[in-house]
């Protein structure tokens, strides 16, 4: 888990990312800490039952939309926040669990480089679930 901490929804386990580690990765750019956070969220967001783990298919137009964006424009990189949320509350459980962790990570976005260091801890995380087994 990053940095040990868990929070607890519905009697569940569930992961965080402290903000400090956010700021690191977002605002500062620090690519030892992406690493290890992103590796540590695909792990765990590939783990579990079928109806537990996280699938790519349930986060795909976000990711796809985030892809398409080749420069910072905060409006197109706000609506992701609803696009996220939908998903969560679509799906539940893990969804829910990147959601906020994502939320968080894009409100600190102010700046091109905010927002490929956003951009790459995203596409790490969707590639290190791949690489833990997820579909």
Known sequence: MPNGKKFYEGGKPGISVPQESLQEIVVTGNALSLNKQANELGQYFAQGG?????SSSQIRNVLDKLQRMKSFDLTKLQLLRPLL?????????KVK?????????????QNDQHFVNFKNF???IVAYHRYHGGK
């Open 50 to 54: 079928e109806r537990d783990r996280l």
């Open 85 to 93: 949320a939908y998903a969560a509350g679509r799906h539940g459980g």
């Open 97 to 109: 669990e990147l959601q906020k962790i994502s939320d968080q990570a894009i409100q600190m976005v």
């Open 122 to 124: 995203f596409e790490a």
